[in-house]
């Protein structure tokens, strides 16, 4: 796998970094402002490249589009099902992988938990 650096991998990395989670729509306009060249097709191949490398963490979310987080050990997310915001929720992430890995031969490779709710801006909006 290519581990080259290029400005283009530093620029995506860094705007990963800057936004709270963000879909690769907003990774492309954070960075398109100051680098107007920069194509989508860069964008989405150095996020998913970036991904692959686990120099930051792909998260399906189910419902839209990907998103993307800097922050790399297991960790679960609450995402506002009217804004769509993920937050990160630092709770203890329990090791299921040893009783996951005896049932069936299945491999657990990753963890992805999500707590869906309403987030406090959208709560104090509908107040």
Do not use: W
């Amino acid at each position: 796998m290519e581990r080259r650096n290029t400005i283009q991998r530093k620029l995506v990395l860094d705007a990963v970094r800057e936004l709270n989670h963000p879909d690769a729509e907003q990774v492309y306009a954070r960075i398109v402002k100051e680098h107007p060249h920069i194509s989508k097709a860069t964008v989405y191949r150095n996020l998913n490249l970036l991904a692959a490398q686990n120099d930051i963490r792909k998260i399906e979310t189910g419902e839209g589009p990907d998103r993307f987080d800097c922050r790399l050990p297991e960790h679960y997310h609450l995402r506002c099902r009217v804004c769509g915001k993920l937050i990160d929720a630092d709770l203890p992430v329990p090791d299921y992988t040893d009783e996951a890995d005896r049932r069936d031969g299945f491999t657990i490779e990753r963890l992805n938990l999500e707590f869906i709710g309403i987030c406090s801006e959208c709560k104090n909006k509908n107040l």
